[in-house]
């Protein structure tokens, strides 16, 4: 499978919050078309270095990638990153013990040759977008969401549950070893798109409200300006997402087993 993707636009900013916790790789600035991996990741701690804790996730992680992979990255590859990333918290909190605590959501998306391969700790999320549908979203690791999957409280509860900031996985360190939740979307078409985001754009937005969006506008620098101005000065926390639009889907598999089933019909 060949995917090509069309220009990926991002934006991270702290809202109303004093400073931003939220990292994303790679920068928006760089960012072109050729790129494979993505990361979004909100820190949690606060005063516990959160804002540290995104950046070397999105660092050490994405340097695993660069390092290590050769072809596409399965779960087990995925899972060794998310160790990688635990390892180096344990030195920095060795080295800065006032960091004790720090953590951070991830969320990943690598554009491979075997489809797009997401994969999630905590409740930031990855949607993928179909003429303004939701067709896969990412299930939260957050307590409200065991919660509504227990039958205790209603998805609608949720939203305003007083708890409904408390993730059940985060990236910490090994002694807190946690691990992503893995997906490979095969499903892939021209005109999709898949747009990872941080819990800060969910406080002015619904599904139905992004999946609206996504169906009205149809270029990539729109949407993002439409969320941006959506979310600026309105938004409590601090809101990053990446959006990134599907542009070409050729399915070089079936391609060659017809072509080799032409060349059999001449034999």
């Not at 695993?64 to 990688?84: D, G, H, R």
């Not at 720090?102 to 003429?131: C, E, K, P, V, W």
């Not at 307590?143 to 408390?166: F, M, W």
């Amino acid at each position: 499978m060949d995917i090509t993707i069309g220009k990926p636009y991002a934006v991270s900013e702290k809202g109303r919050r004093l400073n931003n916790e939220d990292s994303i790789f790679p920068s928006p600035e760089t960012v072109d078309g050729n790129q494979k991996l993505f990361l979004v990741c909100d820190g949690v701690g606060g005063a516990e270095k959160g804002e540290i804790a995104s950046s070397m996730a999105c660092d050490y992680f994405s340097a695993y990638f660069s390092s290590m992979l050769e072809e596409n990255p399965t779960s087990e590859f995925i899972q060794k990153a998310v160790q990688y990333t635990e390892a180096h918290f344990d030195s920095y909190v060795y080295e800065h013990p006032e960091a004790k605590g720090m953590a951070t959501t991830l969320t990943m998306l690598y554009a491979g040759a075997n489809g797009i391969t997401l994969a999630h700790i905590g409740d930031s999320r990855i949607y993928q977008f179909r003429n303004g549908e939701v067709i896969h979203q990412t299930e939260d690791h957050s307590l409200v969401n065991s919660l509504v999957k227990l039958g205790q409280i209603s998805p609608e509860e949720a939203l305003r549950h007083p708890r409904k900031n408390i993730i059940l996985r985060a990236i910490q360190g090994t002694a807190q070893h946690t691990e992503a939740e893995v997906t490979l979307i095969r499903d892939v078409q021209e005109g999709d798109y898949f747009f990872m985001c941080t819990d800060g754009i969910l406080e002015n937005f619904t599904n139905d409200e992004l999946a609206a969006v996504f169906k009205k506008q149809k270029a990539s620098e729109i949407i993002k300006d439409v969320l941006m101005e959506s979310c600026d000065g309105k938004t409590h926390d601090n809101f990053s997402f990446y959006i990134i639009p599907i542009q070409n889907v050729h399915d070089t598999v079936g391609y060659r087993q017809n072509l080799l089933s032409f060349l059999y019909s001449f034999i």
